[in-house]
């Protein structure tokens, strides 16, 4: 699939907005995502309703824009802009891995965490009460083209009580980057290239505050990779 736009759409009382899966088919580069641009669309997530119909369980996550977790194949270039992403009537009686990984937006592959997205750009999107990181990255970003994460605006992340587990507290973050374990519990060493964080907002004003870090980044990095703001 190249060269495709997912844009202006509505989605609501849904359990994830929009799931993006590629498999090696073509024979030659491996890559059946290229240029894939998910730009102006409001989401709208309410996974208690799925869950209390017993169409989920607790050990399923809530997302607005997510990988597949059995991916099998590298997603050559990425575009998430200008959308708006939105919890409601999602309470945190899920696990802790399904709490972690319900964000914003979610990279993490338990089956081949060593693919990842060669070019990724995640600009100007609103995310309000994920009950995990507001963007999720456990996999490979980065190549000779830079990727960015910038101008985003994440209200009130972290808002599940499951995080508690978490001792480090690491995933209370508005923007979260780190391993990955494979499907054996093996830790996935991974590599981020070319990467610029910058002028995000990231805040929590919530009764009882549960945020941690602004953003927590603990995979290694090569080329390039800088944190800033205004």
Known sequence: MHKIRFGNNTIEGVVSGFVLWAFPDDGYTGKTLKAVDIRKNTIILNGDAWLNAGLTFEASSVSGIRLEAANESAIETLFIRDNTIKFTNVND????????????????????????INRLIIARNRIENALGPGVFISVPIGSDASSRIVGNTILNPARGNELRYDEAKNTRAGIYIA???????NVISLTTRNLEIANNRIQDTAGSPKLAYGISALSSCTNNCAVRGE
């Open 93 to 116: 009686f899920r696990t802790n891995f399904a709490e972690t990984r319900s964000g914003g937006v979610v990279f993490s592959l338990y089956q081949n965490p060593e693919l990842g």
């Open 179 to 185: 391993e990955e374990s494979d499907g054996s519990l």
